[in-house]
Nanobody
Framework: VQLVESGGGFVQAGGSLRLSCVLSGRAFDVLAMGWFRQAPGKEREFVAGISSDGRNTRYVDSVKGRFTISRDNAKNTVYLAMNILKPEDTDVYYC?????????????????WGQGTQVTVSS
């Protein structure tokens, strides 16, 4: 299984970015997918998750109303649209796949991970 993220970068506070993650090597449409983030020296934090059929989503409170997770099962891709970005959103963002269609919020529920993409938000 391979997960490849893209779309990270540098943006000013209040700006937007959209992250993408493509999965290969496994059937995508049966897997719940998640986005996590991690700062140096800190634990990896759940950001957003989506069920295999896209009907159920979960978000950490700090991004509700600003971030939107979505997926395109025809393209084996999950997205994270990030709006009204804040400096505290600066982190390395990782996508992850869970071996069930039900969305999870703990990093221990996800078994496959991408390499991460850096998001930096300046004040």
């Amino acid at each position: 299984v391979q997960l490849v993220e893209s779309g990270g970068g540098f943006v000013q506070a209040g700006g937007s970015l959209r992250l993408s993650c493509v999965l290969s090597g496994r059937a995508f449409d049966v897997l719940a997918m998640g986005w996590f983030r991690q700062a140096p020296g800190k634990e990896r934090e759940f950001v957003a998750g989506i069920s295999s059929d896209g009907r159920n989503t979960r978000y950490v409170d700090s991004v509700k109303g600003r971030f939107t997770i979505s997926r395109d099962n025809a393209k084996n891709t999950v997205y994270l649209a990030m709006n009204i970005l804040k400096p505290e959103d600066t982190d390395v963002y990782y996508c992850a796949a869970r071996s069930t269609g039900i969305v999870g919020t703990s990093r221990y529920e996800y078994g496959d991970w991408g390499q991460g993409t850096q998001v930096t938000v300046s004040s």
